[in-house]
């Protein structure tokens, strides 16, 4: 039975990518099986690497088994003098046959070094490559990813997939499968040479190896559910940390920071009794093996020792007997080690996969859309959607927005607005009826032209950290800095940024913490006016920003929505009063419709919302 550990050695032998089908991941011995499937199948692209690697491995193991071949000859030499094994080429003295053993051990010890270096810098590129082109293929598959995936997992777990489980990968190319070659090796070239010379010893020297195998592939499935418990446990440690330090202000507001130490000391502590029980278990395998390694050494010595005193095995054999059973049987006491890097690294495996391996929900379409040509005209027809295990937020939910108009979309929390913007954007996928841009099914588009010919933004801004400049002309990458301060003009952006310490190039921290909200907004307002898109979105672009900002974006508003199409999601009702069309939205449906005068005409619930937002007492007019 191969275990998972040497099953890489056995596909870097022969195929070591055949083609086999996806198998479920577990933690059982099977599991293993799998994940080391799946990865050589990632591995493919460096078959080349990996066969030369492991060429240069193979004869660095053979050249390192010389020595005790070459002591075994010198005592020969000694022992027998002029009929010795070397006599027999011709080298007849004692001094002619020292030389020659001279000779040989320096140019095996130089050419060993030098398939040392050869291995050593092939398998470590190798690592280092595929843990580039894992982490970015990771991350690139990670973006086409569906905002429910994002929304249904941890940040922090995604993060160790894409640092430590990866980097743990890195780390087993690095050495492990090396370790794991020269061992099958020594197995071989070792017990090939002693059944030549002594069957009888290389019986006793074989006794152990079912033992250590039988134990190999215990110790490998009982390790199994262990590291992947503490992957687990990693992962939850890490999105603790990266809550808390994003959460900052909350946690010193409320005074919990002896709370969230108290939170974190317990996880951290799970973390730790986890990676303990799979220590313990990965801390007794060497000795265990020491012993069985030590009956044969000694059974090795005593046998072969009476056979070389009774003369039946010259003394030169029974020496290299000796140094030899020390590299075959010794080596085996890293196995443990091997195993258990192996152990780690297909726990990290099978998350960097399964990762790879979670569908696209939201496939791109094929078909072009060039920015120039856009419109901006849209359609929601018969629109149905729910989020996963709610009731139906839309349903046959029809708007239709005329190319460069401004449409003001109110209601309530809850009533559905954002939620057409999502759609637009295809964050998520409609369950029924379609969305049209100038007429084309925006399933149809490709994405990424789908989403360059639509500006956002959003109440949550998010600013990278990074400069004033390299945030404003994020997306519109290309961009000259005249561009970019014309784009902050627009937004009414200028004054403040000239005045912080580097103006433009003042760096704004992490998610733009050394600058206030509307200063945030403003910058996020000059990033759509510098895309420059055909349908702009404004979604609760006002919501939290004083109305000083409040007056400033709308006198920015004023300029780039004209000729634009604009949907302007908003609480605030000052900020759509201007809209050619105002639509008022109530558990996902349109409940009114009209510009903003004949909507306080009507009296119903545009009215009302107006009525609460000017301070109106009940009974008193609306003023138009």
Known sequence: MVTGATAVVAAIAGDPFPPSPDLRVNTSGAGNDAGLGRLLRRLQPHRRTIRLASFCSVLNKLLDLAPPVLIGLAVDVIARQQTSWLSQLGYTTVPSQLTLLAIVSFLVWSAESLFEYLYGLLWRNLAQTVQHELRIETYDHLQSLEMAFFEGSSSGQLMTVLNDDINQLERFLDHGANEILQLITTVVAVGSMMLALSPTIAGVSFLPIPVILWGSLRF????????????????????????????????????????????????????RLSNGRAIRRSAAFVPLIRFAILFAFLAILVIGGLQAWKGSLAIGTYSFLVFITQRLLWPLTTLGRTLDDYQRAMASARRVLDLLDTPIAIPSGDRPLPLEQVRGELHFEGVGFAYAGRSPLLSQFNLEVPA????????????????????????????????????????????????????????????????????????????????????????????????????FDTVVGERGQRLSGGQRQRIALARAIL?????????????????????????????????????????????????????????????ETGSHDELLRRAGAYAELWRVQAGLRPGEPLRL
């Open 220 to 271: 490998q499935r009982s390790l199994a559910p262990r590291y992947a418990d503490v992957r687990e446990r990693a992962g939850d440690n890490a999105s603790r940390l990266s809550n808390n330090l994003g959460g900052m202000l909350t946690i010193k507001s409320y005074a919990a920071e002896d709370w969230e130490v108290r939170r974190l000391t317990d996880q951290s502590e799970r973390y």
């Open 404 to 503: 460069g108009h401004t449409i003001g979309i109110v209601g309530a929390t809850g009533s559905g607005k954002s939620t057409i913007v999502k759609l637009l954007l295809r964050l998520y996928e409609i369950q029924a009826g379609r969305i049209l841009l100038d007429g084309l099914p925006i399933s149809s588009l490709r994405l990424q032209d789908l989403r360059r010919c639509i500006g956002l933004v959003s109440q949550d801004v998010f600013l990278f950290h990074g400069s004033v400049a390299e945030n404003i002309a994020y997306g519109s990458f290309e961009s000259p800095r005249l561009a970019i301060e014309r784009a902050a003009h627009l937004a009414e952006a200028s004054a403040f940024i000239q005045a912080l310490p580097n103006g």
């Open 531 to 591: 895309k420059n898109p055909p349908v702009l979105i404004l979604d609760e672009a006002t919501a939290a920003v004083d109305n000083e900002t409040e007056a400033a974006i709308q006198r920015s508003l004023d300029q780039i929505t004209a000729g634009r199409t604009t949907l302007v999601i908003a609480h605030r009702l000052s900020t759509v009063r201007h809209a050619h069309r105002i639509i008022v939205m109530e558990q996902g449906r349109i409940v």
